[in-house]
């Protein structure tokens, strides 16, 4: 669905069950920005729940890393606030109990190196207006805040 994520050579993923530890099992770097999309697994479908993003560009050109060294892409994911003012590493085992999910698969992509510096916002909101264009609607976890 997203062929502009192709580019970026630098990516993984991960499986997230309401019984991890988000900080452990998050594999994101903590010194690159980027963005990331969130896939709920459940009753054998797969779907998209969450398009986010780390970092974005500053006055200079160069892409801004979310504390730079102890943060990063991998930061945002496991201490970004969602569902109210609670850090994921909290509301999202809350969620996935709530929904009755049995895993999310996390994908991170990092928007930056020597060839390219992507913003992560402008990126964001492309897979965003993509996801629009097709479903009619903003991913579920996008609407909630």
């Given amino acids: 669905m997203f062929d502009e994520l192709n580019k970026y050579q630098e990516w993984d993923h991960f ?3 309401a019984s991890d530890n988000l900080n452990k099992i998050c594999n994101a770097p903590t010194d690159k ?3 990331y999309l969130v896939y709920a697994l459940k009753d054998g479908k797969i779907e998209l729940v969450y398009i986010g993003r780390s970092g974005k560009v500053g ?3 160069k892409i801004i890393v979310r504390s730079a060294g102890i943060g990063g892409i991998k930061d945002r994911i496991v201490s970004g606030h969602q569902f109210g003012k609670v850090a994921r590493r909290i509301s999202w085992p809350n969620q996935i109990k ?3 999910i049995e895993a999310l698969d996390i994908y991170w992509y990092i928007t930056h190196n020597e060839k390219y510096q992507d913003c992560p916002r402008i990126l964001e909101n492309k897979l965003i207006q993509k996801y629009v264009d ?3 609607e903003l991913p579920r976890w996008n609407k909630k805040g």
């Fill in 15 to 17: 499986f997230f069950k």
């Fill in 33 to 35: 920005s980027g963005v």
């Fill in 59 to 61: 006055s200079d050109g």
């Fill in 98 to 100: 709530f929904e009755k």
């Fill in 134 to 136: 097709i479903y009619g």
